[in-house]
């Protein structure tokens, strides 16, 4: 089903790469939200339909480690419109670009469609079920730890993958609530970097982790 609000092609740029995406009009969401509040007081805020700073955080670290992706399977969870997949395409074999939200895995077949890509494919996922089941090389995160009951969850599934031999790179915006949840990724931490991502509100500072138990190898490829 083709989606009931209207998009604009935006470009972003990260060092010596370009991203293009098409953006939802954020007036066309907002109608639809209210429309659907209107038989459903308990349906949530679309927050996939925008792209987020930590998002662009996460565009920025890969842009300036492009070899951290090069050649790799990646997987992206929670992506809602996909940008650090979408960049992820510039640089790996293969991205699966996922969300658990429908309109958002439909806006995102919509650019991989306008934009005729190839290496990428999209669908629906939730992260949280305990049979995923699903390997890659790499698997993108970002601002996906903003629900505190969620936590213990997400924190088992980011371990699953690092287990499996996945290296994770979370971008999150430095939020207070989720400075315990942080602290208990520390231990596969091999690399960290900070990003201040300019917004017509301020400035929004986010981190950058990878994420993995092969600590040698990837700092190998951050010096190269």
Not at 76 to 99: F, K, M, R
Not at 122 to 138: I, K, R
Request: charged share 20%.
């Amino acid at each position: 089903m083709r989606m009931d609000w209207r998009s604009k092609l935006e470009t972003f740029s990260f060092g010596q790469h370009q991203v293009q995406l098409l953006v939802p009009l954020q007036e066309d969401i907002r109608e639809r939200y209210r429309l659907q509040k209107e038989i459903d007081v308990s349906v949530s805020f679309p927050f996939w339909a925008q792209v987020w700073p930590a998002a662009k955080a996460l565009c920025s670290f890969i842009s300036n480690h492009p070899q951290l992706l090069k050649h790799k399977r990646v997987l992206e969870l929670a992506a809602g419109l996909g940008l650090p997949s979408l960049l992820a395409t510039q640089l790996a074999s293969s991205v699966s670009c996922s969300d658990n939200h429908f309109d958002a895995v439909d806006q995102m077949q919509h650019t991989i469609d306008t934009l005729r890509l190839h290496n990428i494919d999209c669908f629906q996922l939730d992260w949280s079920e305990p049979a995923l089941n699903f390997f890659a090389d790499v698997v993108l995160l970002s601002d996906i730890n903003y629900d505190p009951s969620q936590f213990e969850s997400l924190y088992r599934r980011i371990v699953a993958f690092i287990s499996e031999g996945s290296t994770v790179l979370l971008s999150t915006p430095q939020r207070l609530m989720a400075k315990s949840f942080i602290e208990q990724l520390k231990p596969f931490c091999m690399h960290q970097e900070e990003c201040a991502i300019e917004e017509p509100g301020g400035i929004v500072y986010c981190s950058v982790m990878v994420l993995t138990a092969g600590q040698v190898s990837w700092q190998q490829d951050l010096r190269e």
